[in-house]
């Protein structure tokens, strides 16, 4: 397996260069690079500038990160300026990608970006489901161009549209484009009512797990757990040796990238939470065996 940084781990107190010169002295294999950290770069920055440091470095871009999905998206009562949004991030997302050698876009599952506002996701699985394979074929096809595969990503709390890996899968299958897999999150798998046995993700074919994100939870009351609570690894209530053991048993050697949302972290410096990041998922993979 690769080790991976997202960037999500350092979003408030770093910024594209800073991460791709710590991840590369760290030792991590690959990065995950946010969108909106890139529009950053870009104002001072180019594609080429950004090739040029991968083309030299043993740090690789594994996958752009994230495009968010919402239910109408291509359908006839689809908004313009939403759908605008959306296509924005697609298309720079896939130019990237392209440019700098990366293969993959994570592509989250339609949620309640606001929970507290909007509460559970209620619509109907059988629209939900329908309305996923529409996007994710349409997708599809416009980044097949790119040589970019698209990674859909379920979250298992209650504001999250599809939660649980058989859900996440059937839409996959139902897809069937050899460009639309599976990243599996540890987190947002454990959001599905404190999940702790993995063993579900052995129901996925393992050709089509494109991603895969590793991260710890603060042992929290299933209602007040969300993003925030995430922490480093080896340092909460998940249990990752299950996590990594059955991702072992499908024989599953792709990226492994540490994502965590914690304002702790982001209130310290780009070099510890790296660094930190780096040393506390290397522990927990090597604990489970895996061999770098």
């Known amino acids: 397996m690769k080790l991976g940084f997202n960037e999500a ?6 910024d594209l260069s800073t991460d791709l010169k710590l991840c590369e002295r760290a030792g991590f294999d690959s990065i995950e690079i946010r969108l909106d950290m890139l529009r950053n770069y870009m104002k001072d920055h180019d594609l080429d500038e950004l090739s040029d440091f991968f083309a030299t470095s043993h740090l690789k871009p594994h996958a752009m990160n994230a495009l968010y999905l919402y239910e109408k998206l291509f359908a006839q009562d689809d908004d313009p300026s939403e759908r605008e949004t959306a296509m924005n991030d697609f298309n720079l997302a896939c130019r990237a990608a392209q440019h700098i050698g990366s293969r993959y876009l994570i592509v989250v599952v339609p ?3 606001k929970p507290d ?7 109907p699985w059988p629209e939900v489901f329908s309305n996923c394979v529409r996007i994710l ?8 161009p790119f040589k970019v595969n698209l990674c859909l990503e379920l979250v298992g709390h209650e504001y999250s549209a599809v939660r649980t890996v058989e859900r996440a899968w059937d839409i996959v299958k139902a897809v069937d484009m050899s460009n639309v897999g599976l990243c599996f999150d540890a987190c ?4 599905y009512h404190h999940l702790q046995d993995f063993s579900v993700m052995e129901l996925v074919n393992p050709e089509k797990i494109f991603d895969v994100h590793i991260n710890d939870a603060d042992d929290s009351p299933m209602q007040g757990l969300m993003q925030s609570n995430r922490v480093f690894c080896g340092e909460g209530n998940i249990d990752l040796m299950d996590f990594l053991r ?3 048993r499908l024989d599953y050697q792709g ?3 540490i994502e965590t949302f914690r304002p702790e972290y982001w209130s310290r410096s780009p ?4 660094d930190n990041a780096y040393q506390s998922t290397r522990s927990m993979m090597q604990k489970a065996g895996i061999v770098f």
């Open 9 to 14: 781990t350092s979003r408030d107190c770093s």
């Open 111 to 113: 949620l309640h970006r």
């Open 117 to 123: 506002l909007e509460g559970p996701y209620d619509e």
């Open 137 to 144: 074929m349409t997708l599809g096809q416009m980044a097949a």
């Open 188 to 191: 947002n798998l454990y959001l």
């Open 246 to 248: 059955v991702l072992q």
């Open 255 to 257: 990226n492994v990238s």
């Open 271 to 274: 070099q510890w939470v790296v």
